[in-house]
């Protein structure tokens, strides 16, 4: 997704030029600016953009687009542009030839100028948001789990990079992805005033709404996901004290589960891995049974529920399976639902064995 972007790419700066950090007294108060592109903008530079001035040292700068290199090399910050990477003198571009740097952490996407910035400024915006040490054990669980749930994206696409290995033509299009909708932000071709000034505008919209989006994931990850996760480690651990398999896992407390087993199973390093897992119907009294996945992203179970109960309710589903209280079993096998937790439970022991 280069673009019109790549005409300064090739351009290697003299490092002698860039401005290093400072301990400066009065550098430290004066207003930050903040240098990349101008033309058309994409989603990375607009995030990156914005993360930056979350941060303290850049907070409140001046954003100036531009591509002149006499401009930019006086500048305090320069992403997506001028074919450096270089973080002593703040300078974060991707598009250079031999640019290799990715996130670390068991994640191996080749960085755009978002990465870049969340590499390097990505733990204190965390810290700032939970109002923690960025050395607290939260802070780092979030810093990556924010990577991986939205920034490893931006940096994917905004680099060619697929998210499958297939030369299948997609089944249907998809323009609603946040990349899409910052593009389209872009002063459209018929807009009669294609000004710096009118492009500006446009770009700092594209810069609110990508910063929103990455706020909102922030925050979710914060206030659900962290909070969940703990639930799901919690439930894990007492396992055996469901059923002696180990195999059987009962939610006490409601909670996105799905999101963390997979991760929490391989970090606990549980084994045999869960099979099903128990929870209270918060529509009803109820206990459903589900079937864990294979994987996050397949709808496979690892033991379904037996076939001889998918289809069938209530006293037909007691009768075939001699358990009582029987509400339901997915014509899948992938869940069903009992009366009772006793009844659940008797229904997940049943279907380990079957």
């Known amino acids: 997704?280069?673009?019109?972007?790549?005409?300064?790419?090739?351009?290697?700066?003299?490092?002698?030029?860039?401005?290093?950090?400072?301990?400066?007294?009065?550098?430290?108060?004066?207003?930050?600016?903040?240098?990349?592109?101008?033309?058309?903008?994409?989603?990375?530079?607009?995030?990156?953009?914005?993360?930056?001035?979350?941060?303290?040292?850049?907070?409140?700068?001046?954003?100036?687009?531009?591509?002149?290199?006499?401009?930019?090399?006086?500048?305090?910050?320069?992403?997506?542009?001028?074919?450096?990477?270089?973080?002593?003198?703040?300078?974060?571009?991707?598009?250079?030839?031999?640019f290799t740097e990715v996130f670390g952490h068991g994640f191996n996407t080749k960085l755009s100028s978002a990465g870049l910035i969340y590499k390097h400024y990505g733990l204190e915006i965390i810290a700032k948001e939970l109002q923690l040490d960025q050395k607290h054990t939260d802070v780092q669980r979030l810093f990556l789990a924010v990577y991986k749930n939205f920034i490893e994206a931006v940096d994917?696409?905004?680099?060619?990079?697929?998210?499958?290995?297939?030369?299948?033509?997609?089944?249907?299009?998809?323009?609603?992805?946040?990349?899409?909708?910052?593009?389209?932000?872009?002063?459209?071709?018929?807009?009669?005033?294609?000004?710096?000034?009118?492009?500006?505008?446009?770009?700092?919209?594209?810069?609110?709404?990508?910063?929103?989006?990455?706020?909102?994931?922030?925050?979710?990850?914060?206030?659900?996901?962290?909070?969940?996760?703990?639930?799901?480690?919690?439930?894990?651990?007492?396992r055996h004290d469901v059923d002696s398999s180990g195999e059987i896992m009962k939610l006490n407390k409601q909670c996105p589960w799905k999101l963390h087993i997979f991760e929490l199973e391989e970090e606990m390093k549980i084994d045999p891995p869960i099979k099903y897992v128990l929870y209270q119907d918060d529509r009803s009294e109820n206990w459903r049974i589900q079937a864990v996945s294979v994987s996050p992203d397949k709808f496979e179970s690892r033991k379904a529920l037996p076939i001889s109960w998918r289809g069938l309710e209530k006293e037909k589903l007691s009768e075939e399976s001699s358990i009582p209280g029987c509400v339901f079993v997915h014509m899948s096998g992938f869940i069903g639902a009992n009366r009772s937790y006793e009844g659940a439970l008797a229904m997940a022991k049943a279907s380990l064995v079957a």
């Open 156 to 238: 994917a696409i905004d680099n060619g990079i697929h998210q499958y290995d297939t030369d299948q033509p997609p089944r249907y299009v998809n323009n609603t992805s946040l990349a899409h909708r910052i593009g389209r932000l872009n002063l459209d071709w018929i807009e009669p005033d294609q000004s710096s000034s009118k492009e500006d505008e446009a770009f700092h919209r594209a810069m609110e709404l990508a910063g929103s989006e990455f706020l909102q994931c922030v925050h979710f990850h914060a206030k659900s996901w962290l909070p969940a996760r703990s639930i799901v480690m919690e439930c894990l651990a007492e």
């Open 1 to 98: 997704m280069l673009g019109s972007r790549a005409l300064f790419c090739g351009r290697i700066w003299n490092h002698s030029l860039f401005p290093k950090r400072s301990g400066n007294f009065r550098a430290s108060f004066r207003t930050k600016r903040v240098g990349t592109h101008n033309g058309t903008f994409h989603c990375d530079e607009t995030l990156a953009c914005f993360m930056l001035r979350l941060s303290s040292r850049f907070s409140g700068a001046q954003i100036v687009r531009t591509r002149d290199h006499q401009v930019l090399e006086k500048l305090d910050a320069a992403l997506d542009v001028g074919g450096v990477y270089d973080p002593e003198s703040e300078r974060y571009d991707h598009h250079q030839k031999g």
